[in-house]
Every structure is written in C-alpha cells, then in structure tokens.
C-alpha cells in the first residue's frame, strides 16, 4: 500500500495500523486485521504506536514483508465472525499449501508475533510432512546437515545420561565389530565401498523400527560399516582407561575371551533368537548377530563365543531392568551387574570383577 | 540431483526455537519424534522435551514385539525431561500390565493435563486409582474393549478441581454411590461422555453439574433396561442420547440448543421389540427448549401416536431426521412436523422403508401444518436413490414450500456409474415445478 492510498480517507473512517519490516518498509494494515496478532495488539495498546507512517509499529526481525502479506491474509479471513468451522478449516487447508522453505519462515514469524492459531496450523503441517519419512528422506527434504557421527546416531539415548555400564557395553561391542571387520575386509572389498551410504539409514531404520525391517542383505552391509566406524572411534578415544582395556584385551583376545565363556553361562539358542527379535535394547545386539548370517565361514568359534559374550552382557542390561531396579533398591546387595550400576569402577575392575563372578 | 539440492538449500527449519520444534514433533507419533534424533546435532535432544506422548503398540501380539515396545517406552520416559502435557496410550492384553501402570503413574507424577487411555485388556488391574485423584488432570478418557464389561473400582474420595472432559467407554458401574462418587468429584466438568458402559440391575445413573455443557449417554446397557437415568444441568447446550432407558428424568435443561436422541432397538426378556413411551414421552419433555433436533433410530408404530410422545417443541428451527419409518414417510411426518412450528431447515435421510407410491394414494395438501411452507428455507434429502416415491416426494415440497431458498439432494453412494447417474438425477430435478423463485437446487 502506498501513501496515494492513505490520502484517500475512507467514508465508513475504517483506521488503520502502520506496520514497519526490518528492511525498512512500512504498510499499513487495517486495525481489526492488525489487531488479530497478538504481539501487533499489545504494542498498540501499551505504546500507543502505529497510528501513523512515522510512529510505525517495528515488527520482529523474523517477519519479512513476503511472510507479513501472508500472515495478514490469514488474520484478515479469521478475524471476520461469520465464518463456520468448516469454511475455516477450507481455507486453512489450502494456506498451508506452500513450499517448506516458507513454511518454515511463516512458522517462524507467526512465532514472534506470538499469533498461536498459525503457529499451530503451520507446525501440524509441517508435522505432516515429516510423518512417514525416514531420516534421509527428512535431512533431504528440510536441507539438514548429517553433522552427528556414525556412533552418535546409533546410540541416540545414550548421549544423555553417561551410564558406565552403557559405556562397557560399548567398548565390548567396538572390539567385536573391529575383529570381525578385519576378516570380513580381507574377503570383500569393493562391495564394501558401495553400500556405505546406505548403512547408516538401515541401522537407524533398524534400531527405530525395533525389529521391522526382514532384509537380510541390508544388514549385511551395517557390520562393515559398524567395524569402520568402531575402528575410529578407539582411535579417538583419548580416555586412557578405555586404551588400557582395549590393550589388554587386544594382547590376548583369545585366552580373555575363553576365560569368560567358561564362567559366563552359554545362553541357549533359544534366548539368543529371543534377545535378536527385542531390538528395543539400546546397541541391537541384533545388528550384532547378524553377523552369524554372513561370517560363518570365518572362525565360528571365535565369532560365536563373541555373540554369546556380548548378548549375555546384552541380555543383563536390558531385558530384565525393572526387576533388576526392584532387588537393586530392596535387597541392596550384589548380584549379576548390579555393582556395575552402582560403583563408578572403571571398567577394568568391573569387567575383571565380572569375570570372577562367573 | 538430489545432493546438489541438499547442498544448496538452506535450513531453515533448524533455526526456529526448540519450544516450536517440540511443538511440531508432539504431533507425531512418539516413535517417530524420537526418530529425529538422529538427524542432526541439532535435533538430538528435541525429541526429550516434547510434551506430548502417544504411545501405540498396534495391536501386535507377538511376544518380541510386545517386549520391544514395552522397553521402548520404558526408555522414553526415562530420558524426557518436562511435564507431560498429554498422555496418549493404546495397548491391549500382551503388554505387562504392570508396566503399564508405571507409565500411568509416571504421567500423573509428572502433571499430566490430557491422559488418553485405550486399552484392550481383561482386567482393569494398570489404570492406578491415582488417575481419578489428580489435581493437574483436565482430560480423562477411558476406553475399554473387552468382552465383558471391566467394573470401574473407583476409590473412596474422588477429587478432580480440573477435569473439564470425561469419557468412559466400555465400563460397569458396580452400584449408583461410585457414579455418585465420580460426579460429585468433578467440580468444573464440562463435557461428559459415557458410551457402552453397563448399570447394574435397577441402577439410578444420576448426573448433576452446574457447569456441564455437554453430555452424550450411548448405548448404556442394563439388565433389560431397568435403569434409571436423571440429568440436572442447567448450563447444558448439547446432549446425545443413544438408546433410551426405561425411565428418564431430565431437569433444568434450561440452556439446551442441540439435542441428538437414537431410539434404537430396543428387545425385552422376551425378545419382543419394546418401546418405552414414558421414557420417550418424559425425554421429549425434558429437551423442550431444544433449537436443533437430530432424530434416528427405528420409529415404529409409535411414531403413528407421535402428537401424544412429542409435545411441542417451540424453538425447534433444525432437525434431522434419519429413521426407520415402517409406514411411509406421508403418513409419518404431517404429525411430526406439526410439533415443531418453528421449524425452519428440515433434512431427511431416506431409508429402506417407505416405499409407497403416494400417487396412489390421494394426498392432500392440507396435510402438511400450513406454518411449513409458509417457514421452510432450507431443505435436504441424504441418501437419495432416485426411486419414484423419493421423487414424488422432492415434486411435493417444491411444489408447496413457498420460501425455500435451498433445495439439496445428495444421491447415494454408487460406484458404477456415478457421474452419469447424477446428472440424470440432476435433469429431472430441475425439470419440476418449483413454487419459489428464489429456490437454488444442488445436487451433491
């Protein structure tokens, strides 16, 4: 609207608001539309601004002029009273059919001008268009950077509290995953090249579909990539604990891991295919049994006292946590992993201390 | 391609406020608000300061996957942080119960302001007697499928300063003191809801709040019927009912403007079809100050005494009518319509009975109260066949109704065929002799 407009001053003396963006230019809007944000409302009531072009109301930065003519559009239908429910939700319907970019911008203005009505309508749509989707297909549709590393994706719950025994767990994991990835490397390395970008999609999908996903062939290609990454990530690892342990554990794979399968009680076939389908436990010790499926060639021993070692750990932590919370309150003393829950041992006496225990 | 594009375009959507990313991601289901988390830093943590759980384990029965969704949601609620704004949860037999109450009670101790529970289950054992003392509660609904009906253990004292909106579904009252209980309970309740819920033998169900505005009984069942319903509520604007009991007692209804009543079936100890006049009677007293009458169910020979059942009902400038007639609708709605001289919009669904010829059957004008054609603006016709009585019947009020303005017909649902049908009907429509001018016909 421009000032030719203004001079022309109405019969019916409707007034209007003047509204300033932060690139400068100013509109003017009529007051019963302006007056429907409630942001626009309290400076005109508190301040006594927007009555003329030079005491503009200056609106938030995140409003653009494109969004303001927008949002406008949207006040001036909703503040009419005549319309029925369903009129409103027609219309509603079709305003948020735009592109994502300006969803996101309308999102944000309707925001700051504190118009809840929009803000709804605009985060149910967007809701809408991210329902459904797997995680690629979001990062793709809303230009999300992949900035969380491979690790960090796979164990998203555990970033938030730093459990010592998640940690354990971890490690345990690493060392398998990094074994295995050195034989499986020796038998397969161009079609490990290839499937890299998938695999990071199918551990997620797996993990958050809990169990859904039947392709066998997609995790084949996780535990390479899953070997990678656990290769990285002790290369990182600067805590010094966590060296000694992998030393250790490095020097003598075989006679540790013997020791513990002696006193660690085999679990049954049985609970093994039962621990494989609850993909709900944190690490899906699934991904990790799958490598049943494609290393049967390559030392099934060695690979089958690791699935046993890691399942069992697996299977304490996580299937039995209520009644295990129960007798570590009540009863108070040690048993199975509780002193790993309760002392802050490094992970050296705990899993030294384990391995005593059975 | 596509990477290009991602190259280029810009986030946008990672730089509004994390109260608004919460926001968005509470409209999703929660498995898939903690999906994000892993895709970006940026998101990682907005999947814990959502405030909205709705949690659904799909009616999967496979032990594996009810252990799987038990443990997710165990994991859930422990890493969230905040309270807990709505609590949404549907899950049946397979999950633990146990566990199940965990849950509730971690929303009740976390203020929960909306809980929604949907359970499929034999015993009521995981609702926490909690649930009907919390002071933060707004919400409540409580659905119940199972064969039978699960009994409500309702404790002692039942406090609820916030619930505004109640809804039991699937329930048995064990004796009238717990709906007592529950009632008196409620200090603000607004909207109340009871549907397939069961009242012990001679059950008085006994509802009286100031502030309630809506209230919907449905299809409550009670050992042949022999209970007792009364309703005090003078600020009430809307009230259904589905099924009538044997006795009703509605007082104050002061404030009403919508009333919907289905007469249902009704079958006594012998299996006869009953019809409980009284009841019909004392309701139709109840609701006099009604604007807007939705009618439906199975009529009957009943309805051929309808001056005696429905007394007049003034103000009424709305209804809707959806019956099973057994007798034609010219012998059925002259009466009917008599009762309500205020009556402005009139819509009609066509159902299998009435398929009488009138043309056979001399049909006067003056059978109709004259008030209608000289009040009727609006009229529509659901479920239209387009068969020769329906016909008839759009040429007889077009003929007579002098200030209708619009005339709708919506043809029924026809899978073959369907276009061509309905400009058909559409031709034909328009060909009859209409009696105002201003008469808009629409064919949807």
Redesign the interface.
Known sequence: MSEGVMAVVKPEMKSYIWLQTTDGSIQQVEEEVAMFCPMICREILQTGMGSSKNYAISLPQRVNPAILGLILDYCRFHQVPGHSNKERKTFNEKFVRMD??RL??L??AA?SLQLKPL??LT??A???I???KT?EE???T???????TEE??LE??R???DDPRIRLLNRLYARKRKELKEREKLKNVEVEEERVDERSVDD?LSF?N??DQDSKGVRTTKNKKKNRRRKEQLKHSSDSVDVNYNKELDAAPAACNQGNIDNILVPTRSKTS?LQ??????FSPKMEFDDADIDDDIDPAMKEELDREVEDFARRL??D??ERMQEILSLGHERRLVPMSINGEGPMSRFSSLGRRY | MAKQARMEGVDRISNLPDPILSHILSFLPTKEAVATSILSTRWSKIFSQISNLNLDDHCKRRKSDSYSFMNFVDRVLFYRIGVVDKFHLKCGDSIDSYRVDGWIRYALLNRVRELDLCLKVKELNMVPLGVFTCKTLEVLRLDIYSKSNIVLKLPVEICYPSLKILHLSGIEFSDDDSIQRLFSGCSVLEELVVDRCNLKHRCKFNVSSPTLQRLTIAYTKGYYQDYEIVIDAPSLVYFKCCHLPKSFLLKNLNSLVEACVDFGTVFDCYDSFVYYNKAATDLFKGISNVQSLHLSGIFAEVFLQVSNIIPELPKLTYLNLDGYFFVGWERVLPDLLACFPGLEALVFKVNQHYSCDISRVKFPAKAFPAFLWSQLRTFKILSFKGQKNEFQMVEYFLEYAQVLENFTVQTRERKQDAANWRSKITKKLSKLQKVSKKCKVWVV
């Open positions: 994502t970019k996101c911008e999102t944000s925001d803000v709804d985060s149910r967007l809701a809408r991210i329902e459904g995680p979001i990062r793709e809303f230009h999300l950077p992949d900035d969380l960090e994706k998203p719950l970033n938030i509290t997620l958050i809990g169990g039962k389908d609850s993909s709900a436990v944190i996580n299937s946590w209520p």
